[in-house]
């Protein structure tokens, strides 16, 4: 640590992270950074009365809470400290959770299984002007973007194995499974099954399923 970086003021850190463990390692890791000052709460109303008595820098938001969930907390936030950096720090993926919690105003969205280090430098890069997220968040973001048609056609160019593939997906059955069924060997099901999310510009079998059922 620069010597002179310390002797500078302390980040101002809100965790809100309803789980002890976690939120007690978490908060200890940050607070021996050096630059970085955390309090952490378990509820979103403890949080937004200690914010309310202490404005922080910014906020590690878990989406599960007792109370609110995170993503309603943090519109909380952001509609009375709209200064407030937001991160989203949570086990979820999935795109309705990612694209809620943007709307209600975070700022970035890291996965729990980033390590402390990558959180921090994360942090530092929130507060300088960026929206850090984790590597899958990201492309998944940039997923959004691709124009319908694209995945229309897509659709329309899957074959009649892959859509049968697709299909048995749609049941709930496995690579296995779906081997025995199509007599066939589990590394082919998984050569269609990607050939399939390739065609549809999808990253999973939700996704996949999500395509075939509209």
């Not at 008595?53 to 995170?70: C, K, S, T, Y």
């Not at 402390?116 to 929130?126: F, R, W, Y």
């Not at 959004?144 to 899957?158: C, N, Y």
Request: charged residues 30%; aromatic residues 4%; negative net charge.
């Amino acid at each position: 640590m620069d010597p002179e970086k310390s002797s500078e003021r302390k980040v101002q850190v809100v965790l809100v992270e309803d789980h002890d463990e976690f939120r007690a390692s978490l908060e200890y890791y940050l607070n021996a950074s050096g630059h970085i000052e955390c309090r952490s709460y378990a509820r979103c109303d403890e949080a937004v009365e200690g914010i309310a008595r202490n404005v922080p820098d910014a906020v590690i938001m878990d989406i599960h809470l007792p109370d609110e969930d995170g993503i309603q907390c943090t519109r909380i936030i952001k509609e009375r400290w709209p200064q407030v950096q937001v991160m989203i720090c949570t086990v979820h993926e999935d795109d309705e959770k990612i694209f809620n919690a943007l709307r209600a105003g975070a700022t970035g969205y890291l996965l729990k299984r980033s390590s402390v280090e990558d959180l921090i430098e994360a942090l530092d890069q929130m507060l300088d002007g960026g929206s850090p997220m984790s590597p899958a968040i990201a492309r998944r973001v940039v997923g959004s973007f691709r124009p319908a048609p694209l995945v229309e056609q897509g659709a329309a160019a899957l074959t009649p194995r892959e859509q049968e593939v697709l299909d048995l997906l749609a049941t709930g059955r496995r690579v296995k499974e779906i081997a025995t069924q199509l007599f066939v060997s589990p590394n082919t099901v998984r050569t269609h099954i990607r050939h399939i999310y390739e065609k549809l510009q999808v990253q999973g079998r939700v996704e996949a399923v999500n395509k075939l059922r509209r």
